[in-house]
């Protein structure tokens, strides 16, 4: 079995991120107070050449095509898909059947309201479920400000590293990067000891305990980056798996341990084409874990890093005043207050 | 002996008028009479007096008058806590507002959409049907905001990479905020 070494796996998935085949899209949701969504796609590329679509949309949506030329002369392809969608449920079915390009991922939406007599609370999310099953979540490697800055969009970034504290951002940039580098290391370490352990189980029903492995899962990390360039020759060899468990344990399950390392490769090299995703709440907006403009439109960055170990969540919340409850509550306040001071009138 | 007949038979023909009753030609003539008149008695057409009372009977019951009175606290004890609550919350992410000019640009026509869709809220005072202003001049609008946009994007690069002018600029930033009131 030809294996992948790791190194080459996150340079895949970097290349994957920087690829530039994919259209630039956007994703705006108007999230109406019944419920209903008005989505809107907007596709932009370089060439007039849409064949892989990072959100899912049909013959049922009324697309538009047309053509911007920019200031420098360069000829930009937009695609624009617009429906209203009843409620999330039907979100839900068109990402359910999605063979588009990012089919691989699991999306969701979600959409409550509740009532609080004076304003009724809108939330409305979309949910990228993990990838990994037993990878590690991203705020253990990273401190707030890192993680502020690793979920931030990438114009935001580019921007901050350009600008007047450009040097403070790159070196943030450089840290993230390098914890990130570690955190996709105990990834796929912690995932294919995860499922080697079970596969072992399944072989002689007791096989190798994941408490045992655990323990020497940094040990196992160092290894990795250690043979990193002969990764590939060393696990045919079988040479890592013996520093992993030992050699009479490594001859026994070397079936095994190949699945499971294929397990985890399939899982942790997803292909998956980023966009971004934005939403308009109904009323005023309360909360969020979005960025937001100074129109108070949301913005998320759409990666894959960002649901491998953990369900990525952009949500946002609203309130919107009722207009007849507050009314109600004044008519009845002063019918309160007014029965109050007749009756203070007449007792004096 | 006469006085005491005559005085005797008086007696008897008064008694006899006491005892038997009148005698009515049309009586549906006098009913009608008293319904007149009865009718023709001025009513007050609005007792102030006892409409406050009816309406504000519960006043002079206890626990009526308590539990109106402790609903009315909690009302807009609710009140005070939801408002400050999304004051918060609205402060709190105004704060979090980010200014990012190459990804939070929309492009002409989304803007558009989102413009009459703000316009349009029922909320707003005023229908769709009002707006005299053209989709055109809209993107006429927001095109020349964009391009201010791009320009003082330009101008910043310019002020930042410029030691001098980022200390002018810098200078009067600081004195802006001395004067600024916050609303």
Redesign the interface.
Known sequence: MKMKPIRLIIMMILMMVISCDEPETVVSNYVHSDGSVTRKIEMRSAKNNFKTFQVPFDNTWTVKDSIEISAKGDTVWIKRAEKLFKNVEEINLVYKLDTGANKIASRHAGFSKRFKWFNTEFRFSETIDKQLSFGYPVRQFLNDEELKYFYSPESVKSEKEHGSDSLKFRALGDSINHKTDRWAYKNIISEWIGEFTKLTELKDGKGISVGSLKTHEDDMVKVVKKYDKTFDSLWAKGEILKEFIGETDALKYKTEADSALSYAEKHFLIDFKKYSLRIVMPGKLTGTNGFIDSSKVLLWPVDSDYFMTEPYEMWAESKMPNTWAWIVSGFFLLFVITGVIIRIIKKG | MTMIMESEKYNKILNVLRVSKPVLDSTEDIEKEVIKRISKVKKPIFNLSEV?DSL?G???IGWV?RT??S??VL??M??IY??GV?LK??NF?SR?????????R??T??QV??LL?EYKKP?RGFSSRSITISEKQIKELLDSVNDVKTKYKDLMDII?NNPELKKLYDDKLIENSRTKIKL
Request: aromatic residues 14%; glycine residues 0%.
């Open positions: 406050i504000f519960w006043v002079y008058r109106l009175i609903a009315s009302l807009v609710i009140f939801q408002q999304m919350q609205i992410l979090q507002i980010i200014d990012n000019r190459e990804e939070m929309f492009s026509e989304q959409e989102k869709m909320r930042q």
